[in-house]
């Protein structure tokens, strides 16, 4: 696999009046081109955290962040600006409200300097086309359309600069139940037709499913799980995962004891040891004590865990 956008060892904390929010910590993974990397956890996991910082928005405390296998300082963030774009879970606030959405979504060549006038009026026109929308909405403000639309709208303007991987934040949970799958099944031709790598954040293992060739699973910051989809889903090796999983009937699963129970620990005091230890089912002394390192069980399949499941070890 060549790596396109890389975490290297990545830990993002956040200083606060309350102490020390370790949002991400040690997280190492790389997205490969074309590829779907979908990041999931529950709310706090720290997914949008590095999503964010995957996309330049946000810096590391420690560790780096790699493109094509060159570490990005500031001026390197710059000089990619163009391959990376980002869809943002709120359609409603990503687009300003007075700006015409042929101007929405040319801003990143404008602001780029990419093309002519000319050239930059007729990619409006082609990505319109391609996300679903008539050429008329070009002379239309953004408010005057729908959830899904915006988010047609938000997608064309991150495709407008031809990126090598875009970075999409929860990008349908802020829409309605049955404009989802619409917006799912364009993501996912997007995807096929223009051969892009895709981050894909979510807290839905069901789209997740559908959209992904690899999964990682984060909580309170740690990567815990990493697989392609089907050996992720058939051959589940975190409790972690497990218990997310066992709460999604959709995927054809009994629903299993071992579900999730309690709350999520807070950032500001991580628990020791394995930091989903006071929520395993699966939990022994030693988890407690000691933190479990991420390790491949099978090829391309790591988990963070003492006692993987499925004799997975
Ligand atoms: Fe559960 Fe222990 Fe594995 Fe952590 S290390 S997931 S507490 S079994």
């Known amino acids: 696999m060549t790596a396109l956008l890389e975490a290297i060892d990545?830990?993002?904390?956040?200083?606060?009046?309350?102490?020390?929010?370790?949002?991400?910590?040690?997280?190492?993974?790389?997205?490969?081109?074309?590829?779907?990397?979908?990041?999931?956890?529950?709310?706090?996991?720290?997914?949008?955290?590095?999503?964010?910082?995957?996309?330049?928005?946000?810096?590391?405390?420690?560790?780096?962040?790699?493109?094509?296998?060159?570490?990005?300082d500031r001026a390197g963030w710059r000089s990619v600006r163009r391959d990376i774009q980002i869809v943002f879970q709120d359609p409603f606030g990503a687009l300003d409200p007075r700006m015409l959405v042929g101007d929405i979504i040319g801003e990143p060549l404008r602001v780029q300097q990419i093309g002519t006038a000319a050239e930059r009026r007729a990619r409006v026109m082609q990505l319109l086309d391609q996300v679903g929308l008539p050429a008329e909405s070009a002379q239309r403000f953004a408010h005057e359309f729908s959830g899904g639309q915006r988010q047609r709208i938000a997608i064309a303007r991150a495709l407008a600069p031809r990126p090598k991987l875009i970075v999409a934040d929860e990008p349908l949970s802020a829409l309605d139940v049955s404009v989802q799958s619409q917006i799912l099944n364009l993501l996912a031709d997007i995807r096929a037709a223009e051969g892009l790598a895709l981050l894909f954040i979510s807290h839905d293992l069901a789209v997740v499913h559908h959209l992904a060739d690899r999964v990682a699973v984060l909580y309170l910051g740690h990567l815990v799980e990493l697989a392609s989809r089907d050996e992720l889903f058939e051959r589940t090796a975190h409790p972690y995962t497990a218990s997310l999983l066992a709460a999604v009937p959709r995927l054809g699963r009994k629903r299993t004891r071992g579900g999730l129970s309690g709350e999520m620990p807070s950032p500001l005091a991580p628990p020791s040891g394995c930091v989903f230890h006071p929520r395993c089912p699966k939990a022994q002394d030693l988890c407690a004590e000691s933190a479990p390192l991420l390790r491949e069980v099978t090829s391309g399949h790591a988990v963070s865990c003492h006692f993987p499941l499925g004799g997975q070890g």
């Open 10 to 72: 990545v830990s993002v904390h956040f200083a606060t009046r309350a102490g020390k929010v370790r949002a991400v910590e040690g997280v190492s993974l790389a997205v490969a081109a074309g590829e779907v990397l979908a990041l999931v956890g529950e709310s706090g996991s720290g997914k949008s955290t590095l999503g964010f910082t995957l996309a330049g928005l946000q810096s590391p405390t420690s560790g780096a962040v790699a493109y094509a296998g060159r570490g990005l």
